[in-house]
């Protein structure tokens, strides 16, 4: 938040971040890699948005993880050399993007707080979009995202009154996600077949159908309503994926 909010008001350019990732980008370089850790310990003292930029573009597979403590814990990509100059100027450019749309919409608002009390504040005439953590999938997190908690997501979207879009997993070669069935039952779903690359070994690198739940009407091809019973067929062919 803290990083939008500087590109917002204009603390954090392109040309501010230029220099930032060519100075550290030399200092990791030069270490080998171990001034990562140097950066990531300095960050979760002082919380310098840029920190942060330096670290989620330089760490392993760009996750964005922390512990119960609330620090950043994810490791080293182990590529010293990862801010070359093509790859700053790309961060650059992505930040020139960003903060053409920021700039300028004070009525933008980007905050912290639970989803049943975000969810509280829009109106019949909002779009939500929601993204929690896949149930059922994170089992190893400390904060884990529940069937509760899905149910509660379910409840307070659906009580809105607005339009609303969930993300969520459907299943694999291995399972199902029931909770598509028993909680989000009646409403429409878009799918689509992704492959994770996140996984520390290949073999738990497989592919998913991920799956987009809304009450809204959507232009995509494979859009259907989701039933009590019956979504295993889904599973045993292909799923379309929209021109």
Not at 49 to 75: A, E, M, T, W
Not at 218 to 243: H, K, Y
Request: net charge neutral.
């Amino acid at each position: 938040i803290a990083f939008y909010e500087n590109v917002k008001k204009g603390l954090i350019t392109p040309a501010v971040v230029s220099e930032f990732l060519r100075v550290e980008g030399g200092r990791l370089s030069a270490s080998g890699g171990d001034y990562y850790y140097e950066v990531r310990d300095r960050f979760n003292s002082a919380k310098d948005p840029l920190d942060f930029l330096f670290l989620s573009r330089s760490c392993f597979n760009g996750l964005i993880r922390f512990n119960r403590d609330g620090l950043y814990n994810v490791p080293f990509g182990r590529k010293p050399e990862r801010f070359s100059r093509s790859y700053i100027t790309k961060i650059c450019n992505q930040v020139k993007w960003i903060s053409r749309h920021l700039r300028g919409n004070d009525d933008w608002t980007i905050a912290c707080m639970d989803f049943g009390d975000a969810i509280s504040e829009a109106g019949p005439a909002d779009l939500i979009y929601c993204d929690p953590p896949y149930v059922g999938r994170h089992v190893d997190y400390f904060d884990s995202w529940s069937e509760d908690n899905e149910i509660q997501l379910s409840k307070a979207l659906r009580r809105s009154g607005g339009r609303f879009i969930l993300s969520t997993w459907l299943g694999n070669r291995f399972r199902k996600n029931r909770c598509v069935e028993e909680i989000w039952s009646g409403l429409r779903m878009v799918t689509r077949e992704h492959f994770y690359h996140v996984g520390a070994k290949e073999t738990n690198r497989n592919s998913m159908t991920e799956a987009l739940i809304t009450n809204c009407e959507t232009p995509i091809r494979n859009d259907q309503t989701i039933r009590d019973q019956g979504q295993m067929e889904l599973f045993q062919t292909p799923v379309a994926s929209a021109g």
